[in-house]
């Protein structure tokens, strides 16, 4: 595919590959952006911005309400996308698709809702006669770094808003799944968006990315993905806003009064959902210590029933990772849990990128797996004698973004939901759950700021006050 300047396709003659992680077959290739390319696109952002902001509220509604149509016509064709270029199922990548679906729909839903409040001046001596109001006005031009996990719904996350709230984006997708990000570009094309308004630059983030950042003409970054890109992003941004959604390592406690069954089918699918490349994945189960031993035998046999493999096999119930280097590096960490003396009750082991969903129990607090994302197929158990222990020992990591309790004891759930560190509480669900219009970020290192299309809106608006002075 070619990527995308101001509304117009551009190749170039150097070329990114774009693999297909099971097997590195060649999907497509797109072209090599350059810091060039980026200040093009910011050039032309400039005008996109001036006309976005001046276009009214419906029409910007039309467009997002066409542009889900349109997405809804290719729902199997971004489906293959999803599940070609990244790691996901199909069945996974089809219900990633009716997301992106619905963020966008939301996003129409919302830019009718950008409003403000009067303002009563007159509570200050001196102001009695002053009347006025705030409204919200659009920021600018948006610079949207997304990661190649959700390569379709979290880019949508960021072009919904930014664009429902009047302003221009020059995207940077994920270098390992940009076809997903160029196709729903096609689809907000086709629905009549001005071409202006939107920029998808392919090409490294090490290479283009402190120049998209840091120039001055971009008002905010908005930035999906590590830690330690992200903390970079942050150094060169320099004086703009930022929101930054970043990694977790969750944790879910799953107490002595629960639905057993039912925390360990939704623990199984949230450890290992898109090969457990999943910022709200499971990582960490805090198990009270009388149902320990029944929670782990049941964790371990439905872990073994997974079928791993080709991600376009309808059987198939988790795919490859996204490259053979990731699934060497998860290797590696499970190698050290074991030479530090944790204890492997499954998988731990790999064939090219396929790696077998792995558990682990009497992780030791100098492995890395213990405190560090590992953003793959492993989880471990640990057993714990009461929700405190198990609080604090959630607790004791630098990320924060979701946190989950399995308890049918309403004081048990309220005091984790009061003492997780966390932006998230989720109650007899695991980590893995999010709808895309609830507020959604982490404390800590798991970020700043929240996306949710509402609360994505107001970080890419600024209120403007109007005061009459009568
Ligand atoms: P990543 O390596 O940090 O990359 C994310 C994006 O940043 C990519 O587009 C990447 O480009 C770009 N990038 C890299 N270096 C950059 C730089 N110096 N300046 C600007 N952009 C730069 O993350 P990933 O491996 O794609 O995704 C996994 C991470 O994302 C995990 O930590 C996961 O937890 C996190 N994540 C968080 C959320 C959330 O909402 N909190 C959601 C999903 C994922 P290239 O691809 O060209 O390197």
Not at 48 to 62: C, D, M, T, V, W
Request: overall charge neutral; hydrophobic content about 40%; proline content about 4%.
């Amino acid at each position: 595919m070619k990527m995308l300047i101001g509304g117009k396709w551009v190749d170039k003659q150097k070329k990114i590959d774009v693999l297909n992680p099971y097997d590195n077959s060649l999907v497509d290739t797109v072209p090599h952006g350059t810091v060039d390319d980026i200040d093009k696109a910011i050039e032309i952002a400039q005008k996109g911005y001036e006309i976005n902001r001046n276009l009214p509220a419906h029409k910007r509604i039309s467009i997002l309400k066409k542009t889900a149509d349109i997405m809804q016509s290719r729902y199997e064709e971004l489906a293959k996308t999803i599940a070609t270029e990244g790691s996901k199922t199909i069945k996974e990548a089809r219900k990633e698709v009716g997301r992106a679906i619905n963020t966008i729909t939301i996003s129409a839903e919302e830019a009718r809702r950008i409003n403000g409040k009067t303002i009563p001046f007159d509570s200050a001596e001196g102001s009695e006669n002053r009347v006025g109001y705030y409204y919200r006005f659009p920021i600018g031009i948006i610079a949207a770094i997304t990661p190649f996990n959700d390569p379709l719904n979290l880019v949508a996350h960021k072009l919904g808003p930014a664009i429902a709230g009047g302003n221009s984006v020059v995207c940077k997708p994920a270098t390992v799944t940009p076809l997903s990000a160029l196709k729903l570009s096609e689809c907000f094309l086709e629905a009549g968006l001005p071409g202006e308004i939107l920029s998808v630059i392919t090409g490294h983030g090490h290479e283009i990315g402190d120049a998209l950042v840091s120039d001055e003409r971009i008002r905010m970054v908005s930035f999906t993905g590590g830690v330690e890109a992200g903390k970079r992003v942050a150094k060169h941004a320099g004086l703009k806003k930022i929101g930054m959604e970043l990694g977790s390592n969750s944790p879910v406690i799953v107490l002595k009064d629960c639905d057993l069954n039912k925390a360990v089918d939704s623990c199984v699918s949230g450890a290992f959902w898109a090969v457990g490349q999943n910022c709200i994945g499971v990582q960490r189960i805090y198990i009270q210590e009388s149902i320990y031993n029944k929670f782990r035998n049941l964790f371990v046999q439905k872990t073994k029933s997974y079928k791993v493999g080709y991600q376009l096999d309808e059987n198939t119930d988790m795919g490859p990772m996204i490259t053979e280097k990731e699934a060497v590096r998860v290797i590696d960490w499970i190698e050290d849990a074991v030479d530090k003396g944790a204890n492997l009750l499954t998988g731990g082991t790999r064939k090219g990128s396929l790696v077998q969903p792995t558990v682990f129990e009497k992780m030791p607090a100098t492995a890395t797996l213990d405190c560090q994302e590992v953003f793959g197929p492993v989880v471990t158990l640990y057993s714990v004698k009461n929700l405190d222990e198990a609080i604090e020992k959630s607790n004791n990591v630098d990320y924060g973004l979701h946190g989950a309790v399995f308890t049918n004891n309403l004081n048990n759930a309220f005091h984790a939901i009061k003492n997780m560190d966390v932006g998230s509480v989720i109650v007899n669900d695991s980590t893995d759950y999010r709808v895309d219009l609830m507020p959604f970020g982490g404390v800590k290192n798991s970020g700043l700021g929240r996306e949710g299309i509402k609360f994505a809106l107001q970080e890419m608006t600024e209120p403007k006050v109007v005061c009459f002075n009568l």
